[in-house]
């Protein structure tokens, strides 16, 4: 077994709260076959075909030195650099823990070697890849702050960059039990420390405007590892008190918030609340997660439309846009759930933690290549893209390389003579303290038996989680063949106490039912569950089709930017009432395969076949189903088709768009600015600025003519200019007479202008007049008509 340090035993979870249960080291935990176990090998292949050099050239050309190979592209040399070598040392160390490879050892071990180079080239501590940032830690050193969403001085994220060796370096020590990696570790903790300590903490709080990925998190482990209480001072001080504080009074104030920046901090404040025994702090995590699970989640278990939190009472985005739920929220939110359940043994969530794992992690990856997905799209008959090894460098490629290695760490729990399944995945469990091993055969969610087997004996009581969805009839359990009486209840574990011999079989039946689960807001869109699976269906709206699911370097080829099916065009679920899932009928019993064949409509789609959505790959599907009446049916496409119709004319004319005050568009548009300032109004994100801001727009084939802007009525009287190319497009005064309303003005772009364009790519610059505001801008797109 690899020796190594648990840094949940660090933690000391039994101080704050008796109910605290531990995990198991992922080393202890062997995946045996199924999907799970083809996922860790597919993304073991993938993260062995990447290139060490190019991930780490970013870190060594940073401290001076000169790279092997040139760094990899996309995000990596645009900005983020380095953000994916963070995860990847991560990654490798979760590999060498969940398989003892040593071929990954030695990656590990040579990546930290030309890591400790560059650190010890650099001098004090610091390791990074953030582009000529000397003059960034200067600045912050000395307290000039000026922190916008993504760019803190000018840069892009660099605490968000950073956290991700921050964060590898721990991992390598906690899985891999290196010294080396802890002594990197600590040095690069006490440059931050050095680099902070003249700042006051509304300083630091400034600065935490700005993307910091869960700085506060690594920090409160930095402490646990150590002991030494400064470290801890750190993780509070880099704790978000604008976002803590709502939550500690159980407010939602997370409409129009970039949902990824939010999901690591408040894993910080629960890392925090655990060191610290404070209960504001993990009351507020609590919060957050209940919030997010119950309210701002959709079926598969992912949260956000184009990466913010949207109007939880409103899911409309959600089905319209083509950027669903990203996937690194989703990994964020697991992160959280194990804490949670890590010091209270809720059942509620072991439910979201199994639904997330299964209906969206796991569906992240594709089966064949390894390829990872940023946006799962919920919009009827949409898809998605996967990334390739050496082309996407996305956030979601970062997380995605971790996920896919942890997959044993929460199917089992234990606290002092308890041993919990959680989750129903074929693994073999070594519980070295009480010399145990437990091996776990099952085809779920094909089948919903299980059996443990025991490979040893020992006294201990087995609790085997009786899910929530297992509703339908009662739960059976057989020990050695010879029936147990089950007292538990579905969101209970059924309890084994038991002194238990070498070759004990327990086998556990579970109930398995179809249902329908309507979005958060009940609008009318509808999942299909098999328990907790959601299940999908593959479409071809399109004849002779042919797309590209895989994505290229480009800046946003994460996105699946193909041609969208009309929503009144896509299958629907028609029938007198939502009382319909006995008509849902399985067609296998090897597998789960179903039809639906008497609600689906129109006719062309009543043949569908529906599949767990995590085996729906490389085409595009339906998740969420519209559904009506069949009085309303025909009534019902009308109205979504007059809805439909002038987004979808409107989106086959935009070259480009941006979405001012988002942080990823906005990135993505490489923006620009000074004295910018970016918030949300009536549920929609602007920016403008006191002196100008910039965007790259994107026009490969130069088709654009028109340039389109989106004001708002209340903004009257600012005067500012708006610049093409370098060519003045417009003098703007905002006028009087819109109202409490957004509004849109076309302007004509020049020939003079379109033909300064550098290779498809045309600079647009909105520059404030003397004593004014250049903006609120609310909505920019480039059109060819």
Not at 85 to 107: F, I, W
Not at 209 to 234: H, P, Q, S
Not at 722 to 748: R, S
Request: hydrophobic share 35%.
């Amino acid at each position: 077994m690899i020796k190594k340090i648990s840094l949940a035993a660090c933690i000391g979870l039994t101080a704050f709260n008796a109910q605290a249960v531990d995990y198991f080291d992922i080393d202890q935990v062997r995946l045996q076959d199924g999907p799970f176990l083809h996922a860790q090998e597919k993304n073991l292949e993938y993260v062995l075909t990447m290139e060490p050099g190019r991930l780490l050239a970013p870190f060594l050309r940073e401290a001076g030195l000169k790279p092997k190979t040139n760094s990899y592209g996309n995000w990596e040399n645009t900005g983020l650099d380095g953000h994916i070598g963070g995860h990847y040392l991560t990654s490798l160390s979760l590999a060498y823990a969940a398989t003892g490879r040593e071929d990954v050892r030695n990656r590990i071990n040579y990546m930290l070697d030309e890591l400790e180079r560059a650190q010890k080239a650099n001098g004090n501590g610091y390791l990074g890849g953030v582009p000529n940032s000397d003059k960034l830690w200067q600045e912050i050193a000395k307290g000039d702050i000026r922190a916008d969403l993504f760019a803190l001085n000018g840069y892009w994220v660099p605490w968000y960059n950073l956290h991700k060796i921050f964060a590898g370096l721990r991992d390598a020590y906690v899985y891999t039990d290196s010294e080396q990696a802890k002594r990197m570790l600590l040095d690069w903790a006490d440059w931050v420390a050095t680099l902070v300590s003249d700042l006051s903490d509304e300083q630091i709080e400034k600065m935490l405007n700005t993307e910091y990925g869960g700085m506060n998190e690594t920090f409160a482990d930095v402490y646990a590892i150590t002991g030494e209480k400064r470290y801890l001072t750190l993780a509070e001080q880099f704790s978000h008190k604008k976002i803590l504080q709502p939550l500690q009074n159980k407010t939602d104030a997370l409409t129009g918030l970039h949902a990824n920046t939010q999901i690591p901090k408040v894993i910080g404040y629960e890392r925090v609340a655990q060191e610290t025994g404070d209960e504001s702090w993990h009351e507020a995590a609590d919060f957050f997660w209940d919030t997010v699970v119950n309210e701002r989640s959709v079926a598969i278990g992912g949260n956000s439309a184009r990466e913010h939190f949207h109007d939880k009472k409103d899911f409309s985005g959600m089905l319209e846009e083509v950027e669903g739920p990203e996937t690194c929220n989703t990994y964020n939110m697991l992160k959280l759930t194990k804490l949670l359940y890590g010091r209270d043994t809720s059942l509620e969530y072991v439910n979201y933690y199994e639904r997330a794992l299964y209906n969206h992690i796991l569906s992240s990856q594709d089966p064949e290549t390894g390829g990872l997905v940023y946006f799962t799209p919920m919009r009827p008959n949409h898809y998605r893209m996967y990334s390739q090894p050496h082309e996407g460098m996305w956030c979601c490629v970062g997380s995605g390389i971790e996920n896919h290695f942890k997959y044993g760490e929460f199917i089992y729990a234990h606290e002092d003579d308890d041993l919990y399944v959680n989750l129903y995945i074929p693994s073999t469990l070594t519980w070295a303290e009480k010399g145990v091993t437990l091996t776990q055969t099952t085809g779920f969610p094909d089948t919903s038996k299980t059996q443990l087997t025991l490979d040893s004996s020992g006294e201990f009581t087995l609790n085997l989680r009786y899910p929530k969805w297992a509703v339908s009839q009662h739960a059976e359990v057989t020990v050695n063949g010879e029936p147990v009486v089950v007292k538990a209840m579905p969101g209970e574990y059924i309890s084994l106490p038991r002194q238990w011999k070498k070759g004990d079989k327990v086998e556990l039946s579970l109930p398995m039912q179809t249902h329908l689960e309507s979005l958060p807001d009940g609008s009318d869109y509808y999942a299909v569950m098999y328990g907790p699976i959601v299940l999908s269906a593959k479409t071809s709206p399109f004849d002779d089709e042919v797309l590209n699911y895989y994505s290229d370097a480009s800046r946003m080829g994460h996105i699946a930017s193909g041609e969208r099916c009309p929503i009144e065009q896509a299958p629907m679920l028609v029938a007198k009432d939502t009382d319909f899932a006995n008509q849902i009928e399985r067609i296998s019993e090897d597998e789960l395969r179903f039809k639906a064949s008497n609600v689906i409509q129109p006719a062309q789609y009543q043949d569908l076949e529906l599949i767990p959505f995590f085996r729906v790959h490389q085409s595009r599907y339906m998740l969420y189903w519209p559904y009506s009446t069949p009085q309303n049916v025909d009534q019902l496409r009308e109205q979504k088709a007059v809805a439909e119709a002038q987004m979808l004319e409107l989106e086959a004319i935009t070259v480009d768009k941006v979405a001012p005050g988002e942080q990823q568009p906005e990135s993505d548009h490489f923006f620009k600015g000074s004295q910018s300032e970016a918030g949300v109004h009536l549920n929609r994100h602007w920016r403008h600025a006191h002196d100008w801001f910039s965007y790259q727009l994107n026009d490969q084939e130069l088709q654009a003519k028109t340039l389109r802007i989106t004001y708002f009525g209340g903004d009257v009287g600012r005067e500012f200019a708006i610049e093409f190319n370098g060519e003045t497009l417009a003098e703007v005064k905002l006028p009087e007479g819109k109202g409490a309303n957004f509004y849109t003005v076309d302007y004509p772009i020049s020939k003079e202008a379109l033909r300064k364009s550098e290779n498809g790519k045309h600079l647009l610059k909105f520059i404030a007049a003397e004593g004014s505001v250049a903006g609120g801008i609310y909505g920019v797109r480039l059109l060819s008509e």
